[in-house]
């Protein structure tokens, strides 16, 4: 094995106006760069190989996943392929590995005292990685000799701004994929396929040296390697290698990094799409336009052409799209030229259709003269019509594997007006101020880890303190942050969320003796939901969870005829009702009961906060034109009306009036945004949500 370092170039200062370089000299934000620790022998695994995959899937051209082979489970045994490195060690005992599967996200603390985390995290980690800023941007171009086997990777650093250490390292990797051989937990014998297998560092166990970190430094550096014909006995098939480049600042953080295809790849940039802070999601509404404005930069010299595609796996046939660049009016493809460094506005135009659906539209960028850049992408989404929302868990692949029973259960309720997202993209929409229509959220959480992020958390409070109502349901929720344990993700915003917003108490982490589902019979939401048996659905992962009702909340679903093992809490406030199971609801086997606990959740949400009793549910009061522009109100519905108070969103009553025998109110006094309308009237109280324009 031969390395060579043919070139060094370091060069200071600014670099020429329209020079052509791989790296972008504008601030760009850091790449996700995932070093899995893995073994062929741990049964868990292919699950951190699949969330892995989704983490390249969902972030093209924004994260780089390395599979290290290593520890006591990569140990192979008899005549099984061995996958381990030289490096694997070394670079494990830094970042803390005690459990499999585990890995670092650019080698960062996020807590605690090791580096190393549990699958659950690593989605969460790398999204909270690739929304800060790089001070240093990373390009690669490879290209290869095949008949000696010369792998030629050219380097170019930019630093935009100063970097915290002042000695980094270039760290250069060899990967391979479709290496099909043995896995315990794969399913497929000994022809599993385990990709982006690290096969060498390049550069070494920490990198090369780089001493010039500093705002406007440039580093150009090539290095021409000798590609083994095999590693361990196992062949290593070039066209199937990628190359991974990574800055650390000294041997630990990884400030970003990329990866490329090892025979002609590169990630030359070619120029970004943009778009306003919280404007990528927007309410639309039946038959009307709603239009986003999203800026087209290049980074070519000159006027290059640029294809311009705009695609959807989810927008309702019924929907309409079409972009306009420069007056110039496109169905979903076009050619054009982007001036250097200039932005040009290209408008989305989205008309939904009177199908229901939060869908999800996909704006890429990819350059006519240099086709194989890495295309960019930029996604915007648009919610219409819809009043109950599913949110499925982003700490893992289970929450999607469910999603259908939730789904399924809707349908079975009746409802005509729901949706299915994530938490992350749930956490833009109501940060955005675009869900003001979502009546009810139904938090699919499944066996995931972290139940919900912090800003995910937040996000929901937030919705529950604006009037929306809320089903939560997973198993480990209340272990994850309550019981203190060092693999949880416990905090104060966690105990505030689990405590006064669950009303929730953690009592202890379930096992396989709590496998029946019994309803309080004097429970007036639940009471007639039949018997269930709850079963393991994760492959001998069972821990339905024992908790209890806080002060002013009730316990409607027990594992035991005796009714001494908690499983499930509902409360309702001035503002919200919320219920919580400690299961998920894949775990109760009997889909029939499923449907009806659904359904019962849908009708109680439906009859307005202070309604007790389901019988009242034909009653209803609502409050319309919303979104209003015309300061003026009315009221619709057949519960007799009282007075009505209007809250702001920091808690302040803004106005309190009796309205008795009135059907309308003239809010002309109040200012644009998102208000809380409580209706009092003779069989409760009403909460709806008021946009005023």
């Given at each position: 094995m031969k390395h060579y370092f043919l070139l060094t170039l370091l060069i200071f200062g600014l670099l020429r106006s329209g020079a052509q370089t791989l790296v972008s000299t504008d601030v760009q934000p850091k790449n996700a760069v995932l070093e899995e620790f893995t073994g062929i022998h741990c049964v868990y695994c292919p699950e951190g190989h699949a969330i892995a995959a989704s983490i390249l899937e969902n972030n093209p051209g924004r994260a780089v996943a390395i599979a290290i082979h290593q520890?006591?489970?990569?140990?192979?045994?008899?005549?099984?392929?061995?996958?381990?490195?030289?490096?694997?060690?070394?670079?494990?005992?830094?970042?803390?590995?005690?459990?499999?599967?585990?890995?670092?996200?650019n080698r960062h603390l996020f807590?605690?005292?090791?580096?190393?985390?549990?699958?659950?995290?690593?989605?969460?980690?790398?999204?909270?990685?690739?929304?800060?800023?790089?001070?240093?941007n990373v390009g690669i171009e490879s290209s290869y000799n095949e008949s000696n086997r010369e792998l030629t990777v050219h380097v170019e650093l930019y630093y935009t701004s100063n970097a915290a250490q002042a000695t980094n390292f270039i760290n250069v990797a060899l990967l391979q994929d479709h290496i099909f051989g043995p896995q315990t937990g794969g399913g497929a014998g000994n022809n599993y396929e385990h990709m982006h297998m690290l096969r060498d560092m390049i550069t070494g166990q920490w990198g090369e040296e780089i001493v010039t970190t500093t705002a406007g430094s440039f580093v150009d550096k090539t290095y021409v390697y000798t590609v083994p014909e095999s590693f361990t006995n196992i062949p290593c098939l070039v066209e199937n290698c990628q190359v991974a480049v990574f800055v650390t600042e000294t041997h630990q953080e990884v400030l970003s990094g990329d990866v490329v295809d090892a025979i002609g790849g590169t990630n030359q940039f070619i120029g970004d799409l943009s778009i306003e802070q919280n404007s990528e999601i927007q309410a639309g509404s039946n038959a009307e336009p709603t239009t986003y404005t999203i800026l087209a930069n290049s980074n070519l010299a000159g006027n290059e052409e640029f294809n311009l595609v705009l695609t959807s796996e989810d927008a309702p046939a019924d929907w309409s799209v079409q972009m306009v660049i420069n007056g110039v009016t496109y169905e979903n493809q076009a050619t054009i030229a982007l001036p250097y460094h200039i932005d040009t506005p290209v408008e989305i135009i989205i008309i939904p259709g009177a199908t229901v659906a939060l869908a999800n539209f996909k704006l890429a960028m990819s350059a006519v003269s240099v086709p194989q850049a890495p295309t960019k992408y930029l996604h915007i989404y648009n919610i219409s019509g819809v009043e109950n929302l599913v949110v499925n868990?982003?700490?893992?692949?289970?929450?999607?594997?469910?999603?259908?029973?939730?789904?399924?259960?809707?349908?079975?309720?009746?409802?005509?007006?729901?949706?299915?997202?994530?938490?992350?993209?749930?956490?833009?929409?109501?940060?955005?101020?675009?869900?003001?229509?979502?009546?009810?959220?139904?938090?699919?959480?499944?066996?995931?880890?972290?139940?919900?992020?912090?800003?995910?958390?937040?996000?929901?409070?937030?919705?529950?303190?604006?009037g929306g109502n809320v089903l939560i349901a997973g198993q480990d929720i209340g272990w994850d942050y309550m019981s203190g344990d060092a693999s949880g993700h416990g905090s104060p915003e966690a105990t505030d969320f689990y405590e006064n917003y669950l009303h929730a108490n953690y009592v202890s982490d379930g096992n396989t003796s709590n496998n029946q589902f019994i309803a309080e019979v004097t429970d007036a939401v639940y009471g007639e939901v039949a018997q269930s048996a709850v079963v393991d659905v994760y492959g001998g992962n069972m821990y339905p969870e024992q908790i209890t009702a806080r002060a002013g909340a009730l316990q409607s679903f027990y594992y035991n005829a005796a009714k001494t093992k908690c499983g499930a809490v509902r409360a309702e406030t001035e503002v919200y009702k919320v219920v919580y199971f400690g299961v998920g609801l894949e775990m109760i086997q009997n889909a029939a009961v499923r449907n009806h606990i659904i359904t019962a959740s849908l009708e109680w949400f439906d009859i307005g906060v202070g309604l007790d009793e389901p019988s009242k549910k034909q009653s209803h009061i609502s409050v319309f034109p919303n979104p209003n522009a015309s300061g003026l109100i009315h009221f619709t519905g057949d519960a007799a009306l009282k007075s009505v108070e209007i809250i702001d969103m920091t808690g302040k009553t803004i106005l309190n009036q009796n309205v008795t025998n009135s059907d309308q109110l003239k809010i002309d006094g109040l200012h644009g945004g998102l208000y809380l309308v409580k209706m009092i009237t003779n069989q409760g109280v009403y909460t709806n949500k008021l946009v005023v324009k």
């Open positions: 520890g006591s489970f990569a140990v192979p045994s008899g005549n099984e392929p061995d996958y381990r490195t030289p490096w694997g060690n070394a670079i494990a005992n830094q970042a803390g590995v005690n459990s499999y599967p585990s890995a670092t996200v807590s605690g005292n090791v580096t190393n985390m549990s699958r659950g995290d690593w989605s969460s980690r790398c999204n909270e990685i690739m929304a800060q800023e790089s001070p240093v868990a982003t700490g893992g692949p289970e929450a999607v594997d469910h999603q259908d029973i939730y789904l399924d259960g809707l349908t079975a309720a009746g409802s005509t007006t729901h949706g299915v997202t994530d938490a992350e993209i749930m956490l833009k929409g109501i940060n955005a101020q675009a869900f003001n229509d979502i009546r009810n959220m139904f938090l699919n959480i499944a066996w995931t880890f972290p139940a919900l992020t912090i800003p995910q958390m937040e996000a929901v409070k937030t919705f529950m303190n604006q």
